[in-house]
């Protein structure tokens, strides 16, 4: 089956610093990508939806300019949370979708821990 | 209003007996589709089972089983001869407006937790 992979799986910074997660699909083309956070003990809110070669679709309350994505090739897509907080921390996993009709999951990534201190 | 509703925040069920997780939905879609996932401890959502609005056929897969009510806007899993390793977060999801397979977000439910005792 289709594989997404995401790195890094944990990550630790600094309240003020800026970290970059990565989603790759590995063995499939993905013309989407959706970003999720997940607070513990909670639900998967989206956080906007990244088209390959266009600018992200986010979602009402996300702000664009603290979560930069970007999605330059049809395997990669990054997430980057600027000047970080701790009220960031969370769980963030992405998902694809391939770019073949006959595919109607969303295949996810392992997810990545972010601890802000 | 909740477009996705799991009622049951946690369930404990005996090892090999079924267990039913419930989910509604509200969508004024005539389009869309429902997907259960599993999330491990370890967080990785694995892709369980999938019913589309038009599918006349409850969807199964191995052990899992989809009870689709379309007129109660229900989507019940059901798991046959639950294992130990059944024992995670499980979460309803629904898309919505389908026209471009798997191009559509997801609206997740606040999931079920199940544990499944030996």
């Known amino acids: 089956g289709a594989v997404v992979s995401q790195h890094p799986s944990r990550v630790i910074c600094k309240s003020g610093t800026s970290v970059k997660i990565e989603c790759r699909s590995l063995d499939f083309q993905a013309t989407t990508m959706f970003w999720y956070r997940q607070f513990p003990k909670q639900s998967l809110m989206l956080m906007a939806t990244?088209?390959?070669?266009?600018?992200?679709?986010?979602e009402q309350g996300v702000e664009k300019d603290k979560f930069l994505i970007n999605h330059a090739s049809l395997t990669l897509s990054t997430l980057t949370v600027t000047s970080a907080h701790p009220e960031d921390s969370s769980f963030y996993i992405c998902?694809?979708?391939?770019?073949?009709?006959?595919?109607?999951?969303?295949?996810f990534g392992p997810g990545t821990r972010l601890t802000v201190t | 209003a909740q477009k996705i509703t799991q009622t049951q925040p946690g369930m404990f069920v005996q090892e090999k007996e079924a267990v039913t997780l419930d989910c509604t939905y509200d969508t004024s879609d005539q389009s869309y589709g429902l997907f259960w996932y599993k999330q491990p401890s370890s967080g990785e959502m694995i892709f369980l089972i999938y019913?589309?609005?038009?599918?006349?056929q409850n969807a199964t897969e191995g052990r899992y089983s989809l009870n689709f009510q379309k007129a109660r806007k229900s989507a019940n899993l059901v798991i046959s001869a639950s294992q130990l390793g059944d024992s995670a977060m499980y979460f309803c999801a629904m898309r919505e407006g389908v026209t471009n397979f798997g191009n559509e977000k997801l609206t997740f439910g606040t999931g079920t937790r199940l544990t499944i005792i030996p």
């Open positions: 998902s694809a979708t391939g770019t073949s009709g006959g595919s109607y999951e969303q295949y």
């Open positions: 019913q589309g609005s038009y599918d006349e």
């Open positions: 990244s088209n390959e070669g266009s600018k992200a679709t986010y």
